[in-house]
């Protein structure tokens, strides 16, 4: 009887598995195996209510039985009864804690409804348990990456490996991977899906957005074309999501009027998307309406940092700094301990662009990128990723910096080739360029590794700073939340900065400050300065960055629109038309103002306009 109620399991007659396991509980009425064939008969004819009963009786009369446990646990999941699925999968992985599919079961309800935090923890356990699970790698990467946890990256970094990933599955691989900044992964994973299954809907959709991501423009308004002449039926949530791409694409093309009118008339698509009102905020910007525009970035902060408090809890406890890499310092005397150790030369070392972010950091990137000699790659967070992994040994940055010898800095400078290699095809015979504005803070760490690198700092007018940051939608979280105000804003630009001029002082680096209105006044002068501090002989290839930009496709940062443009003057005194925004702020800032020359005095209120 076993074998004949497994045949029609598995040929799909679930009618006939409920006929044969009816018959044979007659006979057998306390056999386990036959009723828990019969629920899952029962659940797959979508008689849930009646399975249900079934599932609830075997963890009864077993409750020593993990599987009864998280069988019940799957179908009151399925019946949404949220709570008691929890509490169900709990009580399973209690009885076997090394059951890596109830822990993802477990997972996958805390993701549905929304408890990154517990999600990621739980999900990791289930990792550990089977890393090479594809399906458990991008679960616990979606947790991590709303927690805004940098493991979410290192468990998608062998996605290459996975060939045999169902659509659901590489639909959810593609959107972790355009959330992370990996827009041309994408939109490979999304070409090949829709090569596959050409009527996916959802994947037509994110892919639509990922050629905006790489600036194929036209790319992305013809899927939406196509999407609307294919499926004239679309649901509310699809049609919200036509609208709302078809706004960035108004925006991106200067049709900024259009782009509102649509934002304001579609509306945010849930509660919590707080990037409608940054889009929103930007329209209202190039359309002067900068009450407006405040307004919107008003509301996006407050619903950005509400998901923040839930997804990233301890960046608010009380004693929680603003930038925590910004924290520790280490003195003269501290800095004399460190042993004296061998180094790579300056052009065998990275030239590393800083500055806090919205500096111009990006292009400067893009300017020493377009050069033959030079090889740049988008930020990535690698000597927190080092610091991590001292951390995790013993030694903790800057303090224990002087406990490194020989072999622990050639293996750490291995580790960080090894992490550029990861992102980029590297070109041996080019100097890399390594852009992350928030390297500033990990000067210490950078100097010990690096003695000889030469550093750009990207200066701009520090107001001006500050509001193009209030106008961003970071994902970083330690950035997301310090724009929570101006105030908080200004606070962390301060700190980041006097942390800046404290390791300066102390370790002496090859720096040139590059201020961004020298650049955008005479841009053939600061770029031939620029060259000239780099050992380069032809500036010319760095005043063609816009048509290299353009190129290149895919720029992961939030001015990945501006920078594909030539050098203009339209992000000079912008600040000057939120100066009521920015007055909290003022004093706060103040000592840097001072520091690097800069004036907030009374001017033409028609600067920048």
């Known amino acids: 009887m076993i074998n004949d109620i497994l ?112 999600a990621r923890d739980t999900l990791l356990r289930a990792h550990a348990l089977d890393p090479a699970a594809p399906a458990v790698r991008i679960h616990a990467a979606r947790a991590c990456s709303a927690c805004r946890d940098s493991r979410a990256e290192e468990l998608l970094r062998p996605w290459r490996d996975w060939t045999s990933l169902d659509d659901p599955l590489q639909l959810e691989l593609a959107d972790l991977q355009l959330v992370l900044g990996e827009a041309n992964i994408a939109r490979v994973l999304l070409e090949e899906l829709l090569e596959r299954s050409p009527g996916h809907l959802p994947a037509r959709l994110l892919l639509a957005a990922v050629y905006e ?160 000699a030079l090889q740049s790659m988008d930020e990535r967070p690698f000597f927190t990723i080092l610091s991590d992994q001292l951390a995790d040994h013993g030694i903790t940055v800057p303090q224990d910096l002087h406990k490194l010898d020989q072999h622990a800095c050639d293996e750490l400078r291995k580790g960080y080739v090894s992490l550029v290699c990861s992102k980029i095809q590297r070109r041996w015979s080019a100097q890399l360029v390594d852009k992350n504005p928030l390297n500033m803070l990990w000067l210490p760490l950078i100097h010990r590794l690096f003695p000889e690198a030469k550093f750009i700092l990207a200066l701009r007018h520090p107001c001006d700073v500050l509001v193009s940051n209030y106008m961003q939608n970071f994902r970083a979280a330690v950035l997301a939340v310090a724009c929570a105000s101006m105030e908080k804003l200004a606070t962390a630009y301060v700190t980041a900065m006097e942390c800046w001029l404290h390791d300066v002082a102390l370790f002496q680096p090859n720096v040139f400050v590059s ?67 920015l007055a909290p702020a003022l004093p706060i800032l103040d000592p840097m103002l001072r520091h690097w020359g800069y004036s907030v005095a009374d001017a033409d209120e028609s600067a920048g306009g």
């Open 7 to 118: 045949s029609a399991l598995q040929s799909g007659r679930p009618a006939e598995v409920e006929r044969l396991s009816r018959a044979a509980l007659a006979e057998r009425p306390d056999d386990p195996d036959l009723a828990l064939f019969l629920a899952i008969g029962l659940q797959q004819q979508g008689r849930l209510a009646e399975a249900l009963e079934v599932y609830a009786a075997l963890a009864q009369k077993h409750p020593d039985d993990s599987l009864h446990w998280g069988n019940y646990a799957t179908a009151l999941r399925e019946a949404g009864r949220v709570q008691e699925a929890e509490n169900a999968y709990l009580r399973s992985i209690a009885l076997a804690p090394d059951n890596e599919e109830q822990l993802t079961n477990l997972g996958l309800l805390q993701l549905e409804r929304k408890d990154y935090p517990a």
């Open 213 to 372: 991501r790489v600036n194929d423009l036209d790319g992305s308004a013809a899927l939406l074309d196509q999407v609307e002449r294919n499926h004239p039926a679309l649901d509310a949530e699809a049609q919200l999501e036509i609208v709302h791409q078809r706004a960035k694409l108004a925006l991106r093309r200067g049709q900024t009027g259009q782009a509102r009118r649509l934002l304001e008339q579609a509306g945010p698509r849930t509660a919590d998307d707080y990037a409608h009102f940054f889009s929103l905020a930007e329209a209202c910007d190039k359309l002067r309406d900068y009450p407006g525009a405040i307004a919107a970035l008003h509301e996006a902060h407050a619903r950005q940092i509400e998901e923040l408090k839930r997804n990233a809890p301890r960046r608010f406890d009380p004693a929680a700094p603003v930038l925590p890499a910004a924290v520790e310092r280490i003195g003269a005397e501290e800095f004399r301990r460190w042993p004296v150790l061998q180094g790579p030369d300056s052009t065998s070392s990275p030239v590393f662009i800083v500055g806090y972010p919205r500096s111009g950091t990006t292009l400067l990137e893009l300017m020493l990128d377009a050069h033959p």
């Open 515 to 581: 201020r961004y209105e020298d650049l955008v006044a005479d841009p053939a002068a600061q770029t031939r300065r620029i060259a000239d501090f780099l050992g380069l002989e032809d500036a010319t290839p760095l005043l063609h960055f816009d048509r290299h930009a353009r190129d290149k496709g895919f720029i992961a940062t939030p001015s990945y629109a501006q920078v594909t443009q030539p050098v203009n003057r339209k992000g000079l005194d912008r600040w000057k038309r939120y100066r009521e925004a």
